[in-house]
């Protein structure tokens, strides 16, 4: 009986896996195509699948512009879902994603710091931003703990704190920023606009590495569910484990600000959407989150980008009007204490 169900919950899985492959595949093509210039679907495809035959301007447009910008936003939308999984397995809490807790504002504010000082040129926004973020969630744990634990309520009410003080800080950096301040505003807002392969290829590596670390710890995520007590039990060490998702939460969170600026709600909605789909295993929630977000975030710029053309939105406004609701529900469901 119990290898039948453990079979079944493995064809699921597959299933879903390969059907997640295939929407990614699917999403990238057609929010290629999509735009202001009118791309016949055949000219896409043959412009993707030969790209040394990519001249003109259809094929500039296709590889110089918008290729670049889709899946630079898959990498960013993957990166920080898998961000907000291992923040909720870490915490053991369903509201816990960068954004609300503090991260990706402590990122903004690195980042922020690292403009002001014109060493964006350096590449040292990750850096930087990794510096505010972990500073920011380290601020959030020591105000939050009580008796060694974490409540669900003191956690997001640090982040708040926390999140003020910051963005006080971001502010007035902003007011100090002259000739940047449209640019830094634009930035902050969440947007895509104008990223070119070396924004991609900047964030691959931290987004790759940072994944990686995070499935190596995937089991002792799934211990951390049991509670604490029982995992230690197990054989980990529930304190340092967390401390590591934190860290490597923070370093994908920050990267993905340092290309991206503030992109909320990714981290939130899509694994906790994706633990009620394929189960709370963190061995496939990692991954298909990963997946996940990238589809949402690549969906949600392609319309901030074609709606209100030749106008853009700020991909950041589309997933907070996506995300927002969503939090709300999850707010009202929640038992706090």
Request: with cysteine; net charge positive.
């Amino acid at each position: 009986m119990k290898s039948s169900i453990h079979s079944e919950r493995f064809v699921f899985r597959a299933s879903l896996f390969f059907l997640l492959i295939s929407l990614s595949l699917l999403t990238i093509f057609f929010s290629v195509s999509l735009g202001p210039a009118a791309i016949p679907f055949k000219r896409v495809l043959f412009y993707l699948l030969h790209p040394r035959s990519s001249k003109g301007i259809f094929g500039e447009i296709i590889w110089e512009i918008r290729t670049p910008r889709v899946l630079l936003g898959f990498l960013v939308g993957g990166t920080l879902a898998v961000a907000g999984a291992g923040l909720q397995g870490a915490l053991r809490n369903p509201l816990a994603d960068p954004y609300i807790v503090g991260t990706s504002s402590g990122a903004a504010l690195g980042a922020a710091v690292c403009f002001i000082l014109k060493l964006e040129a350096f590449h040292l926004i990750p850096i930087f931003a990794f510096v505010g973020a972990s500073s920011s969630i380290l601020a959030v744990l020591i105000l939050s703990r009580r008796k060694g634990e974490l409540p669900v309520t003191r956690v997001l009410l640090a982040g708040v704190v926390v999140g003020s003080l910051v963005w006080a800080v971001v502010t007035f950096l902003l007011t100090m920023s002259g000739e940047n301040m449209d640019k830094l505003v634009f930035w902050l807002m969440g947007s895509l606009n104008g990223r070119t392969w070396s924004d991609f290829f900047l964030l691959l590596p931290y987004a790759a590495a940072g994944t990686i670390l995070m499935m190596l710890l995937a089991h002792p995520l799934n211990l951390l569910t049991l509670g604490e007590e029982r995992a230690e039990s197990l054989g980990i060490h529930p304190e340092k484990i967390k401390l590591f998702i934190l860290l490597i939460s923070s370093l994908l969170t920050a990267a993905a600000v340092s290309v991206s600026g503030l992109i909320g709600f990714i981290g939130l909605v899509v694994p906790h959407a994706v633990r009620i789909l394929a189960g709370p295993d963190h061995r496939t929630l990692i991954p298909f989150s990963f997946l996940t977000g990238g589809i949402i975030l690549v969906w949600s710029d392609t319309f901030a980008r074609i709606v209100f053309q030749p106008a853009e939105l700020p991909v950041g406004v589309v997933t907070a009007l996506l995300g927002s609701p969503f939090f709300l529900y999850l707010l009202k469901r929640s038992q706090f204490s």
